[in-house]
């Protein structure tokens, strides 16, 4: 009876040795080969991000970026639009959302890759407002860096919807974080929410209401593209290649894997798990995230055409779709990121 003691001991020691060495094996073959970690500062457009902003957060603490030989410092801005973004742009010092716009107006920027194509917000409105022609002289949401953001672009499209103009409104700035609030307090009456915050604001105040999605408004809009300085993509190539794939890998998991990526974006946005499932429940449903490179030349085209009719940039100076965008980049890093996929209906 001993000896069977000691022989079941010795069996069970050998399994444990054998596992704890099939586990060094595998840490190993994981392992990044890395000579040195680069650093690199990706910025994300709000503060406190977005559900539709978390990519960066996902890559860094499930470790994709790590795994390419990438060491992130996420910097948070209040709005792309914001002056503190634009100089992170055009200084390189590090991967922001940019747009045609800044490339149209003489900033040596380019997009590398689309986080998210298609919007995710959608207008929402005060509870007495029915149509785009309510909005006329109403106070419209600025939010996140005023005139030039975001909000004050969707606000100027949804009000040429009902067939008015800029001037028929107006237009308040105000802090990012505070815009879903202020439409529930009525210190406004329109707003470009993201849908954990249409969750959040209408069990608040469950009159206020969603008069379009954004992307049905818009579908041919290019809503977040990270890029930066084209002086330091050209001069940090296969750095930027292997952030942008970490964030690729980044994307995919989050279609992939609800358990795994929802306690991450709720640390990073401070949101309830209801409201981040809600969300990413919606943006999945609506293949806001890319899961490829998340740039086309259509949609590129289309959004600069749109942005010259608008204004935002003068017809003599329309940059061209290479100028805007390094296509080949994007391919590169879904390349590293293990090649093209579609998941689901989603193949941008």
């Known amino acids: 009876m001993q000896n069977n003691t000691r022989r079941a001991c010795g069996l069970g020691a050998l399994m444990l040795a054998g596992l704890l060495l099939d586990a060094g094996v595998a840490a190993a073959q994981t392992a990044p080969a890395c000579a040195t970690m680069r650093k690199i500062n990706i910025g994300v457009s709000v503060s406190p991000p977005n559900v539709v902003h978390t990519a960066p957060y996902v890559a860094k603490e499930l470790g994709l970026f790590a795994k390419h030989c990438v060491d992130a410092t996420i910097i948070q801005f209040d709005g792309g639009g914001s002056p503190a973004s634009k100089a992170a742009a055009s200084q390189g010092t590090a991967l922001v959302a940019v747009s045609d716009i800044a490339v149209g107006n003489g900033v040596k920027v380019k997009q590398i890759w689309g986080l998210a194509p298609r919007m995710p917000q959608a207008y929402v409105v005060a509870p007495d407002i029915k149509t785009a022609a309510d909005l006329k002289g109403k106070r419209l949401s ?8 975001f909000n004050w672009i969707m606000g100027r499209e949804v009000l040429k919807s009902g067939g008015l103009t800029p001037d028929d409104a107006n237009f308040l700035s ?16 329109a707003v ?3 849908p954990e915050d249409i969750y959040e604001g209408q069990k608040k105040n469950p009159g206020i209401h969603v008069l379009v999605q954004l992307a049905e408004m818009l579908p041919n809009y290019m809503f977040n593209a990270y890029g930066g300085s084209a002086e330091w993509i050209a001069r940090e190539r296969p750095l930027m290649i292997d952030a942008i794939a970490a964030m690729i890998e980044a994307n995919r998991v989050i279609y992939r894997d609800e358990a795994k990526v929802v306690p991450i974006m709720m640390a990073a946005t401070g949101k309830t798990k209801e409201a981040v499932e809600y969300a990413r429940n919606e943006l999945i449903k609506r293949c806001v995230w890319s899961v490829n490179e998340g740039l086309t030349p ?3 085209q289309w959004t600069i055409d749109n942005d010259v009719s608008n204004g935002f940039i003068e017809p003599a100076k329309k940059p061209t779709v290479e100028q805007v965008a390094d296509m080949k980049l994007a391919s590169e890093a879904v390349e590293k990121a293990g090649g093209r996929v579609t998941i689901g209906n989603c193949k941008e």
């Not at 600025?142 to 953001?149: C, E, I, N, P, R």
């Not at 105000?174 to 529930?184: K, S």
């Open 142 to 149: 600025a939010a996140g860096g005023g005139v030039g953001s």
């Open 174 to 189: 105000a802090a990012t974080a505070a815009r879903m609030m202020g439409l529930v307090a009525g210190q406004i009456d």
């Open 192 to 194: 470009a929410l993201h």
């Open 298 to 300: 259509e949609r590129t």
